[in-house]
């Protein structure tokens, strides 16, 4: 066994982001003053706009981080806007754009808080006690089992139409015309008065798109806007530059109608930065018939590649990048596709050029920074990554690496104010919640920790990386089931990964299942 644990701890600084990632080991015990806190609703990231409505109120008012939520009140949120909340110590909702739901007390005494979605759409990242947490519709209800789904309400139509997405798990849809039994990557419609329809399969990717954390690719400089455009869209392209994409979005005048290619073009961008994948594709398609030119077809194409590489999807193009907004993009896909040996190299080359054709492009240079640092060079890393931060002060992508950075040098607290300064100005980026929450547990603040994990992993559920840690902080409470249960979700999201089979041996050794320890970093090693 001294040589499986040695072995652990050499793959274990391999596999992890950056060796900022803890624990060789997995502490069993629960440290002293490690107690759960109360379960309350509470907001704890948000982007544009969200408005409260309180039990018994006509009106609405904006409100902001930390609020609390109560049984009876409505929140909504605006066009282009999100929002988390904490339902539970062991479950995360993350709201999407123009939608509306009202907390609902606790079904029975010992249940959790429910809610009634009234329009727009969820995703649901249970983690409590199966059938603890009513969901309901106009025209159906939802009973969960410790589960992950994506939840519709469509009020365009006649009716109003509920589907439900089953990522992972079991949930019971019903209502009084019949009931559903759900599970992994099934998918139900129900409309009042009718019956929910049998279960089809569905993409998971497309369902969860708008959760996606999409970087940044567009430079500017080949944008080819006209000075006219530059004077209306000043506050919006100045954010941009710097960096904070979600306040380059919300500086687009309100109700502007793109008189140009480039203009929409650019409005594509800041669009897909907030995840709105359908209205860029929109856009983007209305621009091939739309314009002739080369550069803008390129840029276009460039946008859409991006889009494949976040969804993992085959884009093969006939162009060879040129612009760095296409090398930017490439880059992503290379990444995305993980072929052994090659592919974060190409990825890095990439990146490089795109920086070097346009050196005033800070988005550019923080992806040479991350993609340096993955190879363990710091000192080349933190280089590219301040000159990008010159550039673009307020990249909180650019914000959470420099995190990241300071905490390989064992410097938390530090890194903890990067990762906040970035949550500051992008609460959504999954990575400032996953660096923050590392960086507590390795403080000794574990509880705090693990909340910061979950909410990083139910922001970009279909992140491997995400699951991994969650499922070591689990492992670190002794909660062997959610432990295995994130971990094995990592296996089936990336298969080519070998952190999750890792951590499944420290999980296996600790509870002395040697056979399994050896068989996981057997094949962790292999990968």
């Known amino acids: 066994m001294k040589s499986l644990g040695n072995n652990c701890r050499k793959l274990l600084l391999a596999a992890t982001l950056a060796g900022i990632a803890t624990w060789a080991e997995v502490s069993l015990a629960q440290p002293a003053g490690d107690s759960e806190t109360t379960n309350r609703i509470r907001i704890v990231a948000l982007e544009g706009t969200v408005e409260v409505s309180p039990r018994g109120a006509i009106t609405w008012v904006t409100t902001v981080t930390n609020q609390i939520l109560r049984p009876f009140d409505r929140v909504r949120t605006g066009p282009n806007s999100r929002m988390t909340l904490r339902w539970s110590d062991e479950s995360v909702i993350t709201i999407g754009a123009r939608t509306e739901l009202e907390i609902l007390s606790p079904h029975e005494p010992k249940d959790e808080f429910g809610l009634h979605l009234i329009k727009g759409i969820l995703s649901f990242f249970h983690r409590d006690r199966p059938g603890r947490i009513r969901v309901i519709t106009s025209g159906a209800q939802a009973g969960v089992r410790g589960t992950e789904f994506v939840l519709a309400v469509d009020t365009n139509g006649p009716v109003d139409r509920t589907t439900i997405s089953v990522i992972d798990g079991i949930v019971q849809f019903y209502n009084d015309q019949g009931s559903r039994t759900l599970t992994n990557l099934q998918q139900a419609v129900a409309e009042p008065g009718q019956p929910p329809s049998l279960p089809v399969g569905f993409v998971a990717n497309n369902v969860l798109q708008w959760c996606f954390y999409y970087p940044a690719v567009l430079d500017l400089r080949e944008v080819p806007l006209t000075s006219q455009e530059e004077a209306a869209l000043s506050d919006s392209l100045r954010a941009y530059r710097a960096g904070d994409l979600v306040a380059a979005l919300h500086s687009y005048p309100a109700g502007r109608q793109a008189a140009s290619a480039a203009e929409r073009l650019y409005y594509a961008a800041v669009l897909l930065s907030v995840g709105q994948v359908e209205q860029t594709e929109k856009t983007l398609g209305a621009l091939s018939s739309a314009t002739s030119d080369d550069r803008i077809q390129r840029l276009a194409s460039a946008l859409r590649r991006l889009v494949a590489a976040v969804k993992r999807q085959d884009e093969p193009s006939t162009r060879t990048p040129q612009l760095s907004t296409e090398l930017m993009a490439s880059s992503y896909y290379e990444q995305s596709r993980a072929i052994r040996e090659t592919s974060l190299r190409t990825a890095l080359d990439l990146a490089h050029r795109a920086a070097t054709n346009s050196p005033e492009f800070g988005f550019a240079w923080e992806r040479v920074a991350e993609l340096e640092f993955s190879f363990g060079r710091t000192d080349r890393a933190l280089e590219a ?91 670190e409470k002794g909660d062997f089931p959610r432990a295995s249960k994130e971990l094995e979700l990592a296996k089936r999201l990336d298969k080519n990964d070998p952190t999750a089979w890792l951590y499944s041996a420290l999980l296996n050794q600790q509870y002395n299942r040697v056979n399994e320890a050896i068989r996981d970093l057997e094949h962790s090693q292999e990968l």
């Open 385 to 475: 990554l301040n000159r990008s931060l010159q550039l673009s002060p307020r990249n909180a992508q650019a914000l959470a690496l420099k995190g990241f950075l300071l905490a390989a040098q064992n410097r938390e607290s530090e890194a903890v104010w990067w990762f906040e300064d970035a949550l500051a100005v992008d609460p959504t980026l999954a990575n400032a919640w996953l660096g923050r929450g590392l960086c507590r547990i390795r403080r000794g603040n574990l509880i705090q920790g693990r909340e910061d994990l979950l909410v990083a992993a139910a922001l970009e559920p279909q992140r491997a990386l995400l699951r991994n840690y969650l499922g070591k902080a689990y492992a």
